[in-house]
């Protein structure tokens, strides 16, 4: 039972708590020592317990039981007293009472459980009666545990609530970001609008001027056809002109107004602007290439030799387009296809060259047949038709007449090229390509 002791006023009193204090300290000093003492008591007791087994054997078991737990006790007995201010308090340990069932139970167990019980039973009392010092000392480190484990929990409750704002702020940037590109797509897509703007005001500024352009060279084009048609009338007016001085430089008046030809001028003037660049003789039948740009006329035989020298046997066909032989310009290109048009056909009749020729050649022939007759006067021609000449008939002029050889040749040269010519340009649509083999073999061998 604790007894506790309270200061008096009276001196008496004093006196006899104080020496009751001392009384209670000296015995509390002496329950520390026991207990330090118990200590080792108990171990051994406990060791004692696990070394001798036999002994136990020999003697009831509730009983060796009952002895190693009473000496443990007796010797724990500790008298657990505390002062606070005045106050003592002295807490006093009973030994375990033994019970005969007790005893009479455990001495049919076996050994080992006993055994197990007193070191379960000491390591009880050892707990119960542990110091309060170390409960002291323990107590800070399950605090430091505690403060450990609320640190680890803020902490966590920290990185949480920073994931949790990285998050945000990733949202944040991602909207900041989709907000930048929308707002560069606006301002991207207005400066197209004004970039379209301007070029759609440019391109119809352009089409405008084109449209002016175009009407202006319409109308240039019409006034230069206009003015090229007037210069063709006047050079063909002009060329009409010409010829008809040349034909009237020809004729001198003698007499009663008949007219007279010089027969060298007439041969010359043959020879100089109507012969042809290919056979070098006066040309028959003249033909022009179609080609508003060239204007060279030949004979109508020695052109069809020409071009069709450039077919190719293997095909039949031209594989380039001709070109004149004295100024290049270019003729139609011949295709394969049939039926052609006749616009493509590459020869034109020059039909004033062909009259100025015969005429001339007219001439000729009478001033050479006048000169075979035994009875013609050669310095000063009779009148034939009409026409009396000049000049002296030398073999030149002799040879254009009526069956020599130049006029023969000519006329040769002339019934060949009429028919070639005629044939072509009346089969021309439906020709192929064994058909211009054929007139290349025909031409070749004229």
């Not at 179609?290 to 004979?299: E, L, S, V």
């Not at 071009?307 to 066909?317: K, L, P, S």
């Amino acid at each position: 039972m604790p007894v506790s002791t309270r200061s008096s006023s009276f001196p008496a009193t004093r006196s006899r708590d104080r020496k009751k204090f001392s009384k209670d300290s000296g015995s509390l000093s002496r329950a520390k020592k026991a207990r330090k003492e118990s200590a080792p008591k108990a171990s051994q007791v406990v060791s004692r317990a696990q070394a001798t087994p036999s002994s136990s054997t020999t003697r009831p078991d509730g009983e060796g039981e009952g002895a190693a737990v009473s000496d443990l006790h007796h010797a724990s007995i500790i008298p657990a007293t505390r002062s606070r201010r005045a106050t003592i308090v002295a807490t006093p340990v009973q030994a375990p009472r033994t019970s005969s069932r007790l005893s009479r139970t455990t001495f049919t167990a076996p050994i080992r459980s006993s055994r197990k019980r007193t070191v379960d039973a000491l390591v009880e009392e050892e707990a119960a009666t542990a110091s309060p010092l170390k409960r002291k000392r323990t107590a800070p480190a399950a605090k430091v545990d505690v403060e450990v484990r609320a640190l680890y929990e803020r902490e966590s409750a920290l990185s949480e609530r920073e994931s949790v704002m990285n998050v945000r702020e990733d949202a944040v940037s991602a909207r900041e970001d989709a907000t930048k590109k929308r707002e560069l797509a606006v301002q991207t897509r207005e400066e197209l609008d004004d970039m379209n703007t301007q070029l759609q005001k440019r391109f119809d500024k352009l089409t405008r001027k084109l449209k002016t352009a175009k009407a202006q060279f319409e109308q240039v084009k019409r006034e230069l056809e206009a003015k090229v048609t007037v210069i063709t009338d006047e050079r063909n007016k002009l060329a009409e002109m010409r010829e008809a001085e040349r034909i009237e430089s020809m004729e001198v008046t003698v007499g009663n107004n008949i007219p007279s030809a010089n027969l060298q001028w007439v041969l010359s003037h043959l020879e100089d602007q109507f012969q042809c660049s290919l056979c070098f003789e006066i040309m028959a039948n003249p033909y022009l290439l179609n080609n508003g740009r060239c204007g060279h006329a030949f004979c109508a035989i020695c052109i069809l030799k020409w071009a069709f020298a450039a077919v190719h046997r293997g095909c039949g066909y031209w594989h380039e387009a001709l070109e004149c032989p004295l100024c290049r310009a270019t003729l139609p290109y011949t295709t394969d296809a049939t039926p052609r048009n006749i616009c493509t056909f590459p020869f034109l009749p020059d039909r004033l060259a062909d009259t100025v020729i015969k005429s001339h050649l007219a001439v000729l022939q009478d001033a050479a047949d006048l000169k075979a007759r035994p009875t013609a006067n050669c310095d000063v021609g009779r009148p034939h038709d009409g026409i009396r000449w000049l000049g002296e008939v030398d073999e030149q002029v002799l040879a254009w007449g009526q069956g020599k050889a130049s006029r023969t040749e000519w006329e040769q040269r002339e019934r060949n090229g009429k028919t070639e010519m005629a044939l072509l340009f009346d089969n021309w649509g439906q020709y192929k390509s064994e058909d211009f083999i054929a007139l290349k073999d025909r031409l070749k061998a004229a």
